[in-house]
């Protein structure tokens, strides 16, 4: 099974936990790299492009951070030559379909509203995983 590398930006310490601990249940080995606001999205992007890093795979990203918020972020990706073919799947509690429909416009390539309890977050973070990291083709 293919390792992947997920980038999961979160200003929530409780969120990043729980996303770990759904991550670590479903049994695969990825490597998970957490950051608690936009500005460490793309700090972790360009030493990752400076040093020739593997890039990730996927992005997990939180619409309201601190300092550079997610939508700032996704448009800041999907705006770079290098970076806007990682899929970037918003994960966010807002449920609004405004909010929805302008991230798809940045560029989003999904869009999820966190649920409400560990099981049903395991069951999405690891179809997230199956689909983009597995079934998906990327360039």
């Known amino acids: 099974m293919e390792q ?6 979160d ?3 409780d969120d990043r936990f729980l996303v770990k601990a759904a ?7 990825d490597t998970l ?3 608690e606001n936009g500005v ?3 700090e972790e992007m360009n030493q990752r492009l400076t040093h020739g890093n593997t890039l990730p795979h996927l992005i997990l990203l939180d619409l309201n951070m601190p300092k550079k918020d997610g939508r700032e972020v996704l448009r800041e990706l999907k705006q770079h030559l290098l970076l806007k073919k990682i ?3 918003i994960f966010s509690t807002t449920n609004n379909p ?3 429909a302008r991230c798809y416009d940045l560029g989003a390539n999904s ?3 966190k649920p409400n309890s560990f099981e049903q977050l395991i069951n999405i973070l690891s179809s997230v995983r199956q689909y983009w990291l597995q079934i998906n083709s990327r360039p």
């Open 4 to 9: 992947g590398i997920i980038l999961i930006a």
């Open 11 to 13: 200003d929530d310490a």
């Open 23 to 29: 991550f670590d249940d479903t049994g695969y080995n």
């Open 33 to 35: 790299l957490f950051v």
């Open 40 to 42: 460490e999205v793309m």
């Open 87 to 89: 899929p970037v799947v």
């Open 98 to 100: 405004q909010e929805i």
């Open 111 to 113: 869009y999820i509203t």
